[in-house]
């Protein structure tokens, strides 16, 4: 697990020792994702220059060090992730008289590439890895981002030079780089607390799509990459309900028990300490019974928890811990600890980040670091398998929609329209004595403007978006954009009539909210305190049988997960797991209104928002004012802008 940063220069014009400090500059940066060892790479006659930070996993040896080159030399190579199967690959190999220095899968990925091709390669990868390899021969660049999307990659054309790296500080260290926010990717971070892919928060700047390689010649100047998909849960998709799971819910069971335990023991090959983060869900549980019942130690095992009791599951996790014998440690976050971490996230996550759990997240993998220096999650479970609440509620909002008549919902829509979310707040606020307690701080004009649109909506797309949605006019609210953003999304699974409504929402979750929210959130948070994270769920072969495997066995009398929670419990009793899902969260609606209310002032101040040019103060400060008062909880809202804020105080500079 590694950082990884160079650029192609086109032009030419620079030497190989300027070359070399410059890429030595860029990957400097990223000295937490890899602090065991640094390399350079280059070659002025083509203008390329390859580095890297190594966090060393498999391999200590320097026979690991990177970049790397191929015995053959055509090849050389800057890599980050992990390929599990590299050793079943590695047999193959010296089966047809390839012989390795060391016992890394860095070696091993270049002989599979001088053997087969990157094409034919990259296929047969089992892994997490995003990296960038250089064709010596044909004087091409090719960056590579694995099947989910698990290790991120930016690339950008600063004149002539083409740069990249893992996160956009690498490429900020380059001397060409323009900090240009791109308005309607601020826009699109406003609805969804993520900027997602291809975008970023700079003009000119992308990201390597899952799935994917990106080609550059080195006499293209300014062209974008050429794009080759070799995998995508859409194929993926298709592949399933063309040969959908034919045996039984014993043989279903029973198969996605031995899938995850060869997923899981793969993941768990390392030459450092290895544990898990144990939230107590489903999901976490499951990983832990596995890899317990594949271990000889007790595994050690981390949870957060929170003295807010609609927060917790600290308690749930324990018991999990104590019946299947982990080595366990628990860390109970205060609002003090929070206000620390704040002033790190503009740096940790590199670009507007919003989703509040980001906060738990780095500070269990700063408690795990402590003792291990690689972690197994239970992240992904939910989309693949049907876990979240929003399945089960947007069904329900979708077959009601569906049974009032076009006729009837136009209108109704246009007169909800007609009054603002702030009058229809008024209103409610007027009733409120009136009104059950918990309902006056649900934003009610707020829903009932979303509502609305829904009614409009026409499709299930449409639903889909508005449920997740933060900032639902985003556009008017950013000052300068195009208006042209639109939200993150796919039209595949709306148009497939094959899919259930569920099964479209869990297709869309995958390609947009997973990638672009959860797995950022888990990659810098743990690389940020320089720990691995890997996740048994994405291995592509659980990704494909999930969706070989019917709706029926995934959700279950609206409850999600069926066969997840079939598995666990031939490790775990019911009893320890059966309760409502609780997620990740923080109390932020709370600590905004206490310990971080005169830090978010600051940043709301209305005469800051107006200088700095990017957003329309006044909606901000009604909600802000609406929040500290009590009357509705925008904790949502003023996070996302927060964030935004506090990433452009940390640039340091007037955009």
Known sequence: MCGISGFLDTSRRCGEQELRSTVLRMVSRLHHRGPDDVGAWADAGSGIALGHRRLSIVDLSPEGHQPMQSVCGRYVISFNGEVYNFMELRRELEALGHTFRGHSDTEVMLSCISQWGLSHSVRRFNGMFAFALWDRQERELHLVRDRMGEKPLYYGWVGKVLIFGSELKALRAHPGFSMEVDRDSLALFLRHNCVPAPHSIYKGVWKVMPGTVASISSINTGCSPKTTTYWSVQGAAERGMDEPFKGSETDAVACLDELLRDTIKHRMVADVPLGAFLSGGIDSSTIVALMQAQSTRPIQTFTVGFHESEFNEATHAKAVAQHLGTAHTELYVTPEQTLAVIPKLPALYDEPFSDSSQVPTFLISEMAKRDVTVVLSGDAGDELFGGYERYFLGLDI??????????????????????????????FRTVAPLVPTGFQYCNPGDKLHKLAEMLTAGVGEGLYVLMGAHWNDAASLVIGTSGSSRPATNSYPWNNHRMHFQERMMFADMISYLTDDILVKVDRASMGVSLESRIPFLDHRVVEFAWQIPLSMKIRKRTGKWLVRQVLSKYVP??????????????????LRGPLREWAEALLDEKRLRDQGFFNPDPIRQKWSAHVSETFNWQHDLWDVLMFQAWLEHEGQDL
């Open 398 to 427: 979708w077959n009601k929609i569906e049974l009032m008549p076009v006729m009837i919902r136009k209108p109704l829509a246009r007169g909800i329209q007609m009054l603002s979310s702030e009058l229809w707040n008024n209103l």
């Open 574 to 591: 019911s009893t320890l797991i059966d309760r409502p899902k609780m997620g990740f969260g923080v109390p932020i609606d709370a600590w």
